[in-house]
């Protein structure tokens, strides 16, 4: 009987391993594709642009002749802008943080704000620059500039600053905080002195990581009301002002080779500040691991 | 502060009843630690002895669904009596945890953080000394203060939170099972270690190792969970009669099965 | 203080005494001082909600005074800036439906098959340098993934086919879906990876394929969690402005043709911002009525797809 039901069996063990085989190929192929793209990107930007890469192209202002052309005023702009954005978020993201996990981590307040923070996360940034047009521009009057426009890309990366900190505070061992206050430290002292020095390496993390999103960021700031054709380098937080990434954008949708050649020269520095940028994050981070194991 | 003189107990419960929400873990605590003796308590696993051992700091303050009724005495001053503020009596009440639980910085700061946090102001280096050696660490890592605590063995580190402790000047001790995570040798110097101490200081151990209860403690104190899962204290008395003439079957039983 | 009264430490407790005699209050008030600083700080987020909202809601109700909802909704011309002005966002809607999806046509069996790669058959090692390189995908700025659609993949595209324009929807769909590429993958992998082994090895104790186990176990052991990131990144296609601005045009036309320009809903707003359009009027006053659509449909599908990783998530012991 059973070699009957044996018999009634057909493995097909060949054809199956041909499929598994085949399916194998295209799994490996789709991400070859994606690595592909990756590579064809970069190397297409690097032949277009690297001529113009050098000294005079970083110093020199914007201009009707694309071979003078030059991102000065963007590169200072961005600087501006993601410095005083960075240092809000920071503040802002690493507090509201703290409060979620070690003050609040069950009420249902910071629920509400967990949800909220989740939901954010997902609206598109251009939406937060008609909110910086509004509140910012418009209404508490700070017209279009470098103040407004870092306030605006301070609240559009805040969620990933919180969420970021949040993980990194939870990741302290509940040992350190007992040990604290079995001592008579108070709360902000147990999270001051132990907890906040333990947890400083992810939330670095988080917030270069949130530094390299706003540096690329575009449209928020262009609905913002920045400028696309700036002459000058601002001069302080009242400033008019452009970032590189709108220059880029600028150049782009000219119809002379010559400011596309621009373009892709800005992207160059463009990515060359966000690769550093996430090296230095990696860097910090190894640092900081190997200072707290002694 | 309010003088005790050293033959009344430092710690006293009344009709101490524990509650995690709506569910009752431990109920009628009526015990002393009497001052300069080591009390160990003892009981099977999920008996509420570390829960115990935390209403004597009000560490089970962190716990959300945490609440009491009843009285626990600490110098004849109610701990739980509306203005007191945990933080301040915490440093008055030295706390060993059952992992060594250094901070990650150096061996020097970790003695000096709850003289800093409590705003000490004498001399911090006498101090830092005074208290490691108090927990006779201070020959293994008087060459090594500024290295990181994590760099110590289990033992040592175990040691250094001893220190760590003693350096708010304590006047109990609480050890939550603080031999359970250390190898022999480590455990028998600090059992060495806990009888110095009682010379100068009130120590409560909560541990489920019942040759050490019996080593090194004055008194014992045994916790048993009933048929509800709700823990009473079944028999606290010296600790040589509770092991060798103990007075309920179920002190016996639970002693007898696992030294039989 | 009743400290042990035996050695020199007697004057350490003293000390102590003292200390906290003086500074009790100097180490409380701070404590609340700064719990309601960082309460402060926590609330900015809901703040940020509550601004977006109500500025979204305030000026679009000022629009839609003027302009019939039904009329937004029904409409299929939109050209609020010419002379004849007509204010249906049908255009735009056509024009954001025909890049997300086609950037989903990228992104899904591309990003799926790499997350089945990477769960399922790569190497430890490969996996360690392939997801970070992906990742690097998801970090490019958005007007650099502009650059390359309009420069790149357009001229490839119209030396295939002569009937594709300049700007077109193609180009910037499979610009856009390779973008969200890294999401729809490091999510999906995300999902797979916590469908527990005693589940694979189940099957393949009774004989199966590798292929068999990922696409018959592993692949609806995690479907929930696949559907909420395939939501989650058609949503974030949907927000996507530059490289829509930068490579599909500025044409507002009610077509699904992938081939001639068009113009999506955050490339409108793009474009009224860029433009010479007083505030106050009428014509700009649609860039909120837009902002709300596209603020309306983005949080519904990601409250969609929290609820469906919550709803369906699998609990394994």
């Known amino acids: 009987m059973a070699d009957v039901v044996r018999g009634q069996f057909d493995r097909r063990v060949n054809r199956r391993r041909l499929y598994g085989q085949i399916f194998h190929a295209l799994c490996l192929i789709s991400i070859l594709i994606g690595l592909g793209m990756l590579a064809l ?142 001592l008579g430290a108070t709360r902000w002292q147990t999270i001051w002195r132990l907890v906040l020095p333990q947890a400083f390496p992810g939330i670095l993390t988080g917030v270069i990581l949130a530094v390299s999103r706003a540096i690329g960021e575009t449209a928020p700031l262009i609905v913002m009301g920045a400028l696309t054709f700036v002459p000058f380098t601002p001069d302080g937080p009242m400033s008019r002002f452009t970032v590189l990434p709108i220059q880029i954008f600028n150049w782009v949708s000219r119809p002379q080779e010559g400011f596309h050649e621009a373009a892709a020269a800005g992207i160059i520095v463009l990515l060359v500040v966000l690769l550093s940028m996430n090296a230095l994050a990696v860097l910090l981070r190894n640092r900081f691991q190997r200072r707290l194991e002694g | 502060m309010k003088s005790v003189a050293d033959n009344s107990p430092i710690i006293e419960t009344r009709d101490l009843n524990v509650y995690y929400g709506p569910t009752c873990v431990i109920s009628g605590v009526d015990m002393e630690v009497e001052t300069h003796k080591i009390t160990a308590i003892i009981g099977p696993s999920g008996s509420g002895k570390s829960t115990l051992l935390r209403c004597f700091n ?53 003695v000096a ?41 289990g033992g ?52 489920h190792n019942m040759q050490q209860a019996a080593r090194v403690s004055d008194y014992t104190a045994f916790l048993n969970p009933g048929e509800d899962k709700t823990s009473e204290l079944i028999e606290f008395d010296e600790t040589r009669q509770i092991f060798t003439n103990p007075k309920d079957e179920r002190t016996e039983a639970y002693i007898t099965g696992r030294f039989g | 203080m009743a400290g042990p009264e035996t050695t020199v430490h007697d004057s350490f407790a003293d000390a102590f005494a003292a200390a906290n005699a ?24 809901i703040f940020t909600t509550v601004g977006i909202v109500s500025v979204l809601i305030f000026e679009a109700a000022l629009f839609f005074q003027e302009v019939t909802i039904w009329e937004f909704l029904t409409n299929t011309k939109w050209t609020p800036l010419f002379a004849s002005k007509n204010f249906g966002i049908l255009p735009l809607v056509t024009g954001t439906l025909l890049t997300s999806i086609g950037a989903m046509f990228v992104a899904l069996p591309l990003g799926l098959m790499s997350a089945i790669y990477l769960s399922e058959y790569a190497p430890e090692v490969v996996r360690q340098i392939v997801k970070p390189i992906l990742e690097i995908l998801a970090g490019i700025p958005t007007v650099v993934y502009g650059y390359f659609a309009l ?164 609990v394994y012991e």
Request: aromatic share 10%.
């Open chain 1, 41 to 182: 990107l970069l190397v297409d930007i690097f032949l277009d642009g690297w001529r113009r890469v050098n000294w005079e192209f970083l110093t020199s202002f914007p201009s009707r002749k694309p071979e003078q052309a030059g991102i000065q005023a963007a590169l200072f702009g961005s600087i501006y802008v993601i410095a005083l954005a960075g240092a809000l978020a920071f503040t802002l993201g690493v507090a509201a943080a703290i409060y979620l996990e070690e003050y609040a981590s069950r009420n249902w307040v910071a629920k509400v704000i967990q949800i909220n923070i989740a939901n954010l996360a997902g609206v598109p940034s251009i939406v937060y620059g008609i909110l910086g047009l509004e509140i910012f521009v418009r209404y508490l009057a700070l017209g279009k500039s470098v103040l407004a426009g870092s306030f605006t890309l301070a609240l559009l990366v805040l969620p990933i600053v919180i969420i970021a900190s949040e993980e990194a505070i939870r990741a302290v061992p509940p040992s350190i905080r007992e040990g604290g206050y079995a």
């Open chain 2, 58 to 110: 009000r560490m089970n303050d962190l716990i959300p669904s945490f609440h009491m009724t009843g009285s626990v005495l600490f110098a004849g001053r109610d701990l739980y009596d509306a203005g007191v503020d945990p933080t301040e009596i915490r440093y008055q009440i030295g706390m060993v945890f059952q992992r060594p639980n250094p901070f990650p910085k150096s061996i020097f700061d970790n």
């Open chain 2, 113 to 153: 953080f709850g003289p800093r946090v409590n705003g000490f102001r004498g001399d911090m280096n006498a101090l830092v000394e005074d208290s490691i050696r108090r927990a006779a660490l201070w020959d293994e890592v008087k060459d090594r203060l500024k290295e990181s605590a994590l760099s110590l063995s």
């Open chain 2, 156 to 207: 040592q580190q175990q040691r250094l939170c001893i220190a760590r402790a003693l350096a708010v000047q304590p006047q109990i001790i609480l050890m939550d099972e603080p031999c359970s995570a250390l190898d022999p040798i480590s455990t028998l110097a600090i059992e060495e270690l806990m009888r110095e101490l009682s010379n100068d200081y009130s120590i409560v151990i909560v541990t």
């Open chain 3, 22 to 45: 003086t500074s009790r209050w100097k180490k409380y008030l701070p404590e609340r001082i700064i719990k309601a600083v960082l309460f402060v700080c926590a609330i900015a987020s």
């Open chain 3, 151 to 314: 420069l790149f993949i357009t001229p490839i595209l119209r030396a295939i086919n002569d009937d594709i324009s300049v700007f077109n929807g193609l180009s910037a769909s499979l610009v856009m879906g390779i973008m969200i590429l890294p999401m729809v993958s490091s999510l999906s992998e995300d999902a797979m990876r916590s469908v527990p082994r005693s589940l694979r090895e189940g099957a393949y104790a009774l004989g199966a394929t590798k292929l068999e186990v990922s696409t018959r176990v592993v692949f609806p052991a995690a479907l929930s969690g696949i559907v909420a990131a395939f939501i989650l990144a058609t949503s974030r296609a949907i927000g996507e402005t530059m490289i829509v601005t930068i490579a599909a045009g500025q044409n507002p036309t009610f077509t699904l043709n992938p081939f001639v320009p068009i113009e999506t809903m955050t490339a409108y707003i793009v474009q009224v911002s860029l433009g010479d359009t007083p505030t106050g009027t009428l014509e700009f006053k649609t860039i909120f009525a837009v902002g709300l659509s596209l603020f309306v449909i983005t949080l519904a599908m990601n409250l969609l797809s929290q609820f469906i990783v919550r709803r369906f998530r699998e």
